[in-house]
């Protein structure tokens, strides 16, 4: 019998059971939350999450330091994934029924910096490993624009990221916020937070899908294809010969395309028929086997998240999912196409040959139900074994963050003052042996972060290798490229 795919059920179940009576909840880590997770905890905080946002306002700092706490206890009332905890395979969420509770995690988890930046509280709290999620507002900054910081676990979290952020924002806006957590609480109920935790990919999955078990197979044997890749001979970022005794040091560069540069690549690549993603692959590809290729290499395995909403419905069904990516990887033939091309038609190629080994990677959703009986054993082995590599190179890693824009809180209304985001940047603690380019939109610029541990990797180097990629994009979609005028 075929597999089917289910309706879309009115009521689902929640994973988020209640313990404690009636005070707790918890529900078991699963798939790649449970890997990214391990991760955090046994290889020095990786892949934890770190997004600033710079703002404007008429409000003064003093406003803003009375109405941070009641702020950000609001926000954990729309966006209750800032009050997770995690365990090694769990994940728990603890009901604030009184305001002394709730002043209580509001003073341990928001915090106020001064006398700073915005850019240095990102980049210190990036630095350290976390042990719960902080929101940092700055204020009084020596230089810049004031700010909020949010350092965040990633297990549960990607681009809901900046939807906290907008939150927060949106809750500093509310004049009666200043009055603090005695006026504006409300206590927290089960039935109220249950529904509105996030739930994992791999529910949603199985409320949409029974697969059959020649479908799991299948999809057992895309997983095992594309796990072969590690085996072959690939171009890389060469890892410092030394790496073994250097000590961790966390960055996050950034490489920004102007707003006219942005537009007309992305005309470019649509008439092109190239998504914007593969044609920065296809540049990050080019640019490090031009800069480090030994010229013996079998091709290119690239690394990537892949965003597996792809395969849930856009209205979600009501199931509220915050981690929806699957680690994923492609291999590029170099005996099919040249991944060292500098020219336009190469790069075009290159690009439609990376989404085409992507799309062939990415047929089946129940890769999901794969993920989710594979995870507890891979991330057994990372706590075992972190950080184990016993390759010489950082293989090409990318993933895309898509598009962020606050529209929420540009002008004043009804019961609410302005504050207006005027830059947002994302980053946070990679720790493995490789460079993560991170593309990213604000409004109207493209962006991409470089994040990366010094342990192996040179910063100057790193950065070269940012300026030949950048270099490569604006070569690939210069066709019809405007400038603005003088």
Known sequence: MKGSVSEHPAVFDSEWKVVNSNTSMVRPLRGVELMIQSSERFCNGNFQLTLAASLETTLTCEQLT????????????MRPVVGVVFGLDYAAFEVHGTVDAAKQWATQTCRVASNTTVADVALARSRQPLESPTMTLVVNPIRGARGCVLNVSHTLISQEGFRILQEFLTQLARPDSELGINTVFSPETVLDVQLRLPQSLSHAYSLLHQPTPQELRDA????????MHWARSTIGIPLHRDWQKRPSHIYT??????PYEASAALKCLKKWGITLTTAFFACITSAIANTYDAGNEDGAHLLYSANARRWLPTNGHGVLVTMGILPAGMWIDASKVDIRAKDQPGLMRLARAIEQAQQEDLVSPHIIAVYDQIAPALAKAIGEQPQSTSSPIGRPTLTSQGYFDDDVNRLPGPGRDQIRMTDISSGGRNTDPNVCFALYSFRDELRCNLMFDGRFFVQDEVMQLAYTVSGLFRRLTTEELEFPKL
Do not use: L, N, S
Request: hydrophobic fraction near 40%; aromatic fraction near 20%.
């Open 253 to 258: 560069k950034v490489v920004q395309f102007e």
């Open 220 to 227: 057992f044997q895309i997983y095992q294809r594309v796990q």
């Open 66 to 77: 009375r109405r941070h706490q009641a702020a950000w206890w609001r926000t954990r009332h």
